[in-house]
Nanobody, 129 residues
């Protein structure tokens, strides 16, 4: 079965950096869309970044970021390691949340929760001021 396992969360001071990782296993074919979401208590899960992957060419077709992280966060993947990453730079207290890795076999179509069927368990990120 598909498993997505996040790691790399923790506590960091505002202005610092953190790198989240997502280890992927059990997929029957290469995922065409992978993403990162975050959730804070009392709010809906929010899309942070997504990446379209053209499996036949092992290339990235497109990336999308929520406005609040543009220029600060970078989504990337390592096809050989079957892993997804989120580099978080210049973090702010409002970036504090549980971060989830998500994936699906179909092409990316927006940063919406409903676009992804496979999810990790989440990793906590806390940014102090």
């Amino acid at each position: 079965r598909v498993q997505l396992v996040e790691s790399g969360g923790g506590s960091v001071q505002a202005g610092g950096s953190l790198r989240l990782s997502c280890a992927v296993s059990g997929n029957s074919a290469p995922f065409q869309c992978m993403g990162w979401f975050r959730e804070v208590p009392g709010k809906e899960r929010e899309g942070v970044a997504s990446m379209g992957i053209v499996s036949e060419k092992s290339t990235i077709s497109n990336t999308e970021y929520v406005d609040s992280v543009k220029g600060r966060f970078t989504i990337s993947e390592d096809n050989a390691k079957n892993a997804l990453y989120l580099q978080m730079d210049s973090v702010k207290p409002e970036d504090s949340a549980v971060y989830y890795c998500a994936a699906d076999y179909w092409a990316c179509s927006g940063l919406a929760v409903t676009e992804f069927r496979y999810w990790g368990q989440g990793t906590q990120v806390t940014v102090s001021s």
